[in-house]
């Protein structure tokens, strides 16, 4: 069998993905010089980029083209490997796949196709690599003594094409026939040993794509010489300058067909090439274990906002940031859905001064219960963020402890005080609800909604979900998500969506904080007369808590950043201002200050919708019944006293034109 051989496959990344690394495997960030600048991906995220430079090498370092990476694509990597092979460790062997696309090493079975050739795979895992035998013994026995192995030739028949030349034609990615006769022609005058060749497999009906195999050194190394030499000179002869995104690729797309007649040359030449299939993953989000960013004295908050809510979470960050001591550290991590690139590292930069404070998003659209998020039932000003709460527990399974707060609030003291906080053995530490209180004190159908449709046993203990400390191993024992979905199911339609199921659930299992710790704006600004509908202890700790705020909550649905002149309100804005997008906030939240436009635009915005949605919710508390009777008339007096709040600003904005 002779001396096993070296083999070194280089696999291509562009964000993160299923890390495919071992003695053979090699990943490699494409295009590393340019990663936080544009591409036809977008943006890359800050924390993706830090990933792909703990996780693998680059190809912009020694001679390269990296800053080319826009227009040759993976050709860079091949570059790299090619000036600066012996960073590789001179294999005898040099390959490259891309991070869903590989080569299948079970010789034993031939799997079907799509009919791009493509073998499809949902998810890369322990069960895939086994399947395809992406191991060390499999590949070696595989290569061994060959001089080429390639990914399956494509049949162009069943793609609608007739040869390599007519696929190029009439591609569908823009590209211009023109560009790859210029570089047969620069073929056909600096190598006319490959013309022959080229003509075979012009008017071949198969085509070689993706740029995918493994090649013994010497013909890899000559493979590079005689393709960026090509290239090279067709760079000086093809305008570029004003083709769009997709067609200043269009010298990577060429050099897929070059491939194409070099492996034909090749096998005019007797060259030993294997064809293996190619496997084609759809999914290629990742899960990796998420880990303490710090190994002491570590805080870990998390938050989860969304993309209408994420600049005003980055002020909730700069709050805690402002109030953090430098004694500990702070591993803040915000579980987001469906937020840009751009808004995303608008937020981790606000701790790039600080040395203790780390800042990551997870992705919690990869982490959340499909069948569960059907039954998220979402009322007035509330988005499914609300609900990712629920899944901390299973998405930090490093973490046994974590403060959770909502993005609506900022902090004026040190986070790190409230994290200590002892909760005994409960579940969650939290602050009695004073608004739910309330409503529970003064309004029947808020006392009959919590004592019968949700059970609990004690009401004045009814928590707010805003600031929760969570002991995450009980939790996990208890078993949240299934429990959740129980009590989901039973309820249907929470008045206070995830907050009324979490207090089901944990009703016995709460430690009651201090209420500064979690004081309500809104209870004065929809409720002018609570005074007189709390119990006095109740609003003896309310009262307290406003003079003593550690944590300031704009609950409700009447935020600070619509509505800045509601008492407190200026505790929002002065973190605002402490970030480099408060202009941002502003822009997006206010009109031109023309009196007539702002008191029309905010009578027909806040006052009119409003109306409308009472009319129908109006007319579902007569026609329903049972528990949706219940619920529908509730909304009808939540909705009732909105509209007279906004309906009495009005008037006060009209008069005091008038004046």
């Given amino acids: 069998m002779g001396k096993k051989p070296k083999i070194k496959i280089l696999v291509g990344y562009h964000k993160p993905a299923y890390l495919l690394k071992n003695d053979i495997f090699e990943p490699i960030h494409l295009g590393r010089a340019l990663t936080m600048s544009a591409s036809k991906d977008g943006v890359l ?80 895992d322990d069960g895939y690599l086994q399947k395809y035998r992406l191991n060390d013994d499999a590949i070696v026995e595989t290569v061994q003594g060959r001089d080429l192995i390639v990914a399956a030739r494509t049949d162009l028949l069943r793609l609608g ?17 023109k560009d790859y006769e210029a570089v047969l022609a620069i073929l056909n005058k600096k190598y006319p040993e490959y013309t022959e060749a080229a003509v075979r497999y012009n008017n071949a009906d198969y085509a070689y794509f993706t740029n995918v195999f493994i090649m013994k050194k010497d013909i890899f190394c000559n493979y590079c010489r005689w393709l960026f030499d090509i290239l090279e000179e067709a760079e000086r002869q093809i305008d570029l300058s004003n083709y769009n995104v997709e067609e200043t690729r269009a010298l990577a797309y060429i050099a897929e067909w070059l491939f194409g007649i070099y492996i034909t040359r090749l096998q005019e030449q007797g060259a030993d090439v294997l064809e293996l299939q190619e496997i084609l993953v759809t999914d290629t989000s990742v899960l990796p274990e998420i880990l303490p960013a710090f190994a002491d004295n570590s805080i870990s908050v998390c938050f989860s906002t969304d993309a209408n809510y994420i600049l005003y979470t980055g002020v909730a960050i700069q ?65 499914p963020a609300v609900y990712y709460r629920i899944f901390i527990a299973r998405i930090l399974t490093a973490f046994d402890r974590v403060l959770y707060l909502d993005s609506d609030l900022v902090l004026k003291a040190d986070a790190a005080l409230l994290w200590q906080t002892d909760i005994k053995d409960k579940a969650l530490g939290a602050v009695p609800d004073t608004e739910v209180i309330r409503m529970y004190f003064s309004d029947p159908f808020i006392t009959d909604y919590v004592n019968r449709t949700l059970g609990l046993k004690n009401p004045y203990g009814y928590f707010n979900s805003g600031v929760l400390i969570m002991s995450l191993d009980k939790i996990r024992s208890v078993g949240i998500e299934k429990k959740f979905a129980e009590v989901m199911n039973r309820v249907k339609s929470p008045y206070m969506v995830d907050q009324d199921i979490l207090n ?156």
Avoid at 67 to 81: I, V
Avoid at 337 to 361: H, M, P, Q, T
Avoid at 630 to 643: C, G
């Fill in 45 to 124: 995220k800050e924390q993706d980029y830090r990933w792909m430079l703990d996780n693998m090498i680059g190809d912009d370092t020694g001679d390269n083209i990296s800053k080319e990476n826009r227009k040759f694509c993976e050709l860079t990597a091949f570059y790299w490997a090619w000036k600066n092979y012996s960073e590789l460790g001179n294999p005898d062997y040099i390959g490259f796949m891309h991070y869903r696309r590989h080569l299948s090493f079970n010789r034993n079975k031939h799997f079907t196709a799509n009919k791009y050739g493509f073998v499809e795979e949902t998810v890369v």
């Fill in 319 to 383: 709050s805690l940031i402002a109030n953090a001591d430098d004694k500990y550290n702070y591993d803040i991590i915000v579980l987001a859905g469906d937020i840009s690139a751009e808004d995303e590292n608008k937020v981790v930069r606000l701790a790039d001064k600080y040395k203790n404070i780390n800042i990551r998003f997870v992705d919690v659209n990869a982490y959340i219960d499909k069948a569960l998020s059907k039954n998220f039932f979402l009322t007035s000003h509330f988005s």
């Fill in 504 to 659: 089901v659930i944990f009703q016995d299992d709460v430690y009651f904080l201090p209420g500064y710790w979690n004081y309500e704006y809104h209870l004065p600004i929809w409720n002018p007369g609570y005074r007189n509908e709390l119990p006095l202890k109740i609003l003896e700790d309310y009262l307290f808590s406003k003079e003593n705020a550690k944590i300031v909550h704009f609950a409700g649905s009447k935020k600070p950043w619509n509505y800045p002149r509601y008492e407190m309100s200026d505790c929002f804005w002065n973190y605002a201002r402490q970030t480099p997008f408060y202009e941002e906030i502003l822009f997006s939240n206010f009109i031109p200050s023309v009196p007539e436009v702002k008191e029309s635009v905010s009578y027909a915005n806040d006052y009119l919708p409003r109306k409308l949605h009472y009319a129908k919710i109006k007319l579902l508390s007569k026609i329903t019944l049972g528990k949706k009777r219940k619920f529908y008339r509730l909304k009808r007096k939540e909705l009732k006293k909105e509209l007279k709040c906004i309906k009495r600003e009005y008037r006060a904005q009209v008069r005091q034109k008038a004046v």
């Fill in 161 to 177: 094409t007739l040869t390599p030349y007519n696929h190029y034609e009439n591609s569908q990615k823009k590209l211009h026939i």
